[in-house]
């Protein structure tokens, strides 16, 4: 029982090292575009489009970044159409009011197609309000699913691993055998 005991430390601490080890590395596999997403999304909510987002590969991260880039070119194309139709706004105001300076009843007819511009702009720029809203709670969900699923399978494992080694660890000799089988299933655990 000593041996077996000594054994077990011998073999049980190297292991559960290791698996701590590469629980770390998962996390931190996970964690890095999680972040990386994080702040991409971050610049997309304070405006600056500029940036793509970085591709992070064909899993479900790397789906989501896609999802961003997309959602982040269609939104530069609306910014930057919502900024032609004011400059192109700007410019029609300017040249209708030097023509229509002698006529009111006309200068009343462009003021009301201007607020209806004006209104539609606000309307736009609500909706691409609301659609970063939307990108960030997306977000913020596929990080909380992300952080659930890698919380219960790392503990999952660890778990079995610990109940196992300590089963394995209290074994009489006579079930040496039955214990070789145990170490080994733990060992592909």
Not at 18 to 46: D, E, F, H
Not at 92 to 103: D, F, I, M, N, V
Not at 106 to 120: C, I, S, T
């Amino acid at each position: 029982a000593r041996r077996l005991r000594e054994r077990a430390l011998w073999f049980g601490v190297p292991a559960f090292v290791l698996a701590l080890l590469l629980a770390w590395v998962t996390a931190r596999s996970v964690l890095r575009p999680v972040q990386l997403l994080t702040a991409a999304a971050q610049k997309i909510s304070s405006g600056d489009l500029s940036e793509p987002v970085p591709n992070l590969g064909e899993d479900e991260v790397g789906r989501l970044a896609l999802a961003f880039e997309s959602m982040r070119g269609k939104l530069k194309e609306s910014m930057e159409s919502s900024q032609a139709w004011g400059r192109r706004l700007e410019s029609r105001g300017q040249e209708r009011t030097r023509e229509l300076e002698a006529s009111r009843d006309h200068l009343k007819a462009v003021a009301e197609e201007n607020a209806a511009l004006y209104e539609e702009l606000r309307r736009k720029e609500t909706a691409r309000s609301e659609l970063l809203k939307k990108v960030i709670r997306a977000q913020e969900e596929e990080r909380r699913r992300i952080a659930r699923e890698l919380h219960d399978e790392t503990s999952q494992a660890l778990t079995a691993l610990v109940v196992g080694m300590e089963t394995a660890a209290l074994a009489p000799e006579s079930e040496k055998g039955r214990v070789q089988e145990k170490l080994t299933e733990l060992k592909e655990l």
